[in-house]
């Protein structure tokens, strides 16, 4: 059974960092990857998907890797903001029209 | 597009009551999820439905959970009777596949407390 497991549970940095969070997962034979954004009393935003095929993706300050073999993706933060301050969770699709398993995500908080 | 519709968004409710909460995909998804988020356990998978189809029910609890889909439009987790341990935050979402790629969009959801 897939687990996926994200640490740390909690970050603090200052303004201006960058900085990496970190996914790991027991299976390595999944569909694809979502990192998804979580601000306190919301739902889940998408951030950045990546196939089984791709290493990685990016999106403005946020980049994405998948390294299948070693069973980790990470979600880099450049230049991180006030605003970015929210819980990032990353989930994994075993099989094409299946559902995702989640981590229990990373509360990143950033300092003015 | 609205998004993904959930009603309520809060529930205070006695042990021992019934639970309806109900959930509107975005048109055109042809798949549903309902997730459970507390913080112990994290998001945790329900049930999910394709095409209006249960597909996957294992994450279900125990039968005092149903789940619902009778159109494409609708579908309603219902929890009879509710139980203090219930309390959490139950999300719905759809996904739509677009040039292969599956992507899922939350809705809001549903803050749940049993008393």
């Known amino acids: 059974k897939q687990e996926v497991t994200q640490i740390p549970a909690a970050l603090s940095v200052p303004e201006g960092e960058n900085l990496v969070l970190n996914c790991s997962f027991t299976d390595s034979a999944i569909y694809n990857l979502q990192w998804f954004r979580q601000d306190p009393g919301k739902g889940l935003t998408s951030l950045l998907l990546?196939?089984?095929?791709?290493r990685e993706q990016t999106s403005g300050r946020l980049n994405a890797s998948l390294d299948k073999s070693s069973g980790r993706s990470t979600l880099y933060i450049a230049a991180s903001q006030p605003g970015d301050s929210a819980t990032y969770l990353c989930a994994c699709g075993s099989q094409a029209g299946t559902a995702l398993i989640f981590g229990k995500g990373t509360t990143l908080s950033v300092s003015s | 597009d609205a998004g993904v519709i959930q009603s309520p968004r809060h529930e205070v409710t006695e042990m021992g009551q019934e639970v309806t909460l109900r959930c509107k995909p975005i048109s055109g998804h042809n798949s549903l999820f309902w997730y459970r988020q507390t913080m112990m356990r994290g998001l945790e998978l329900l049930i999910y439905f394709n095409n209006n189809v249960p597909i996957d029910d294992s994450g279900m609890p125990e039968d005092r959970f149903s789940a619902k889909m009778p159109n494409a439009s609708f579908s309603t987790l219902k929890i009879q009777p509710s139980e203090p341990r219930d309390s959490a935050v139950y999300f719905c979402a759809s996904r739509t596949i677009a040039g292969g790629r599956e992507t899922q969009y939350f809705g809001p959801g549903t803050r749940l407390l049993v008393l």
């Open positions: 990546i196939q089984s095929s791709q």
